[in-house]
């Protein structure tokens, strides 16, 4: 059992497309993120959901949108892709913030490259 | 902004030699968390760290936590193949429950 799934695995697209990647977790957590890690393996937050409900909101363009039906689906979409959104976007889930003893738990990543 | 600095950023090492990551934060944290990233893969949650001070071992692994609560340390004793990697920490910052990952050290371990 996948505790954090997401989908695609790969994602290769042109730019100026839009695309979404999509992300489940089976752990009961409250919480969920969008992380970005570019080519030189810097990890940056871009979004986090508790509860549903939108809680870390960084400075991204506004071309990228969370959407979090329930707790424990967390999707990304990005319109009007460029060159630079190429990376790779992880998403993970944690305890509510607080109760973070655990960490967080990641999904295997969605590397996406634009063209 | 906040920001999280690890040393080295790349560190190389002959099997069987030691290894240490430093994390350091211009303001104070509240905890501190410890990741590693195998090549192709993601992070992995190793440690968390609470009080100034706090050191915690894991196996080959010591975590140490400063007094101030502004850095932390991960050293590794007689590195294997199986080390090779990138660790990360994660800051949370005072009076937030967001984690800042630090800039990751690219371990090498060389048979």
């Known amino acids: 059992d996948t505790a954090v799934s997401q989908t695609p695995k790969y994602l290769v697209t042109q730019m100026g497309n839009d695309k979404s990647i999509k992300c489940e977790q089976n752990?009961?957590?409250?919480?969920m993120y969008w992380y970005k890690q570019d080519s030189k393996k810097f990890l940056k937050i871009m979004f986090s959901?508790?509860?549903?409900?939108?809680?870390i909101n960084e400075t991204v363009p506004n071309r990228f949108s969370p959407k979090s039906p329930d707790k424990a689906h967390l999707n990304l979409h990005i319109n009007s892709l460029e060159l630079g959104d190429s990376a790779v976007y992880f998403c993970?889930?944690?305890?509510?913030?607080?109760?973070?003893?655990?960490?967080?738990?990641f999904g295997s990543g969605t590397r996406l490259t634009v063209v | 902004g906040q920001q999280v600095m690890q040393i080295p950023q790349y560190q190389h090492v002959q099997e069987g030699e030691d290894f240490t990551t430093y994390c350091n934060s211009s303001t104070t944290l509240s905890n501190i968390q410890w990741y590693k990233q195998r090549p192709g893969g993601h992070p992995v949650f190793l440690i968390q760290?609470?009080?100034?001070?706090e050191v915690k071992k894991q196996k080959r692994l010591t975590f140490q936590f400063g007094e101030a609560k502004k850095n932390s340390s991960l050293h590794i004793t007689a590195t294997q193949t199986t080390d090779v990697g990138t660790y990360f920490c994660a800051g949370a910052f005072s009076g937030t429950y967001k984690y800042i990952f630090g800039t990751g050290t690219r371990l090498k371990v060389l048979a």
């Open positions: 760290l609470v009080k100034s001070g």
């Open positions: 993970a889930s944690s305890d509510s913030p607080g109760r973070n003893n655990y960490g967080y738990t």
């Open positions: 959901y508790n509860n549903k409900e939108l809680i």
């Open positions: 752990l009961g957590h409250d919480t």
